[in-house]
């Protein structure tokens, strides 16, 4: 942006100016922090896994992997409220992705 903290705006006109640059910005973070909201729920058993477990990288795909197939077989288990929602789904892989780093020493 380019007023300064300390700039004085002196008539309506660049009140109005500075005003509608404010929008336009902040309706761009908007955008912006949707679409990455967007890409986390669509990808957060990845993504997670990737951070949280301490294996290579091959490793942590195939984890992930046996993770996501266990986790489609309790989604199916569980009571037709939960199935296809993001919260149950991600409680239960950061559950499992704790137990894993609980129980496994890094090597």
Same mark, same amino acid.
């Given at each position: 942006?380019?007023?300064?903290?300390?700039?004085?705006?002196?008539?309506?006109?660049?009140?109005?100016?500075?005003?509608?640059?404010? &929008?336009?910005?902040? +309706?761009?973070?908007?955008?912006?922090?949707? $679409?990455?909201?967007?890409? =986390? /729920? #669509?990808?957060?058993?990845?993504?997670?896994?990737?951070?949280?477990?301490?294996?290579?990288?091959?490793?942590?795909?195939?984890?992930? &992997?046996?993770?996501? +197939?266990?986790?489609?077989?309790?989604?199916? $288990?569980?009571?037709?409220? =939960? /199935? #296809?929602?993001?919260?149950?789904?991600?409680?239960?892989?950061?559950?499992?992705?704790?137990?894993?780093?609980?129980?496994?020493?890094?090597?």
């Amino acid at each position: 942006m380019s007023l300064q903290p300390n700039a004085k705006i002196d008539n309506l006109e660049k009140l109005r100016f500075e005003k509608n640059k404010l &929008e336009i910005y902040c +309706s761009y973070q908007e955008k912006l922090l949707g $679409l990455q909201l967007e890409h =986390f /729920k #669509g990808n957060y058993a990845k993504i997670i896994g990737d951070n949280l477990l301490h294996y290579d990288k091959t490793q942590t795909i195939q984890v992930n &992997e046996l993770l996501d +197939s266990v986790n489609n077989l309790i989604a199916n $288990l569980l009571p037709g409220i =939960f /199935k #296809g929602k993001f919260l149950p789904g991600f409680i239960l892989k950061i559950l499992q992705l704790v137990m894993i780093n609980t129980f496994t020493k890094k090597r």
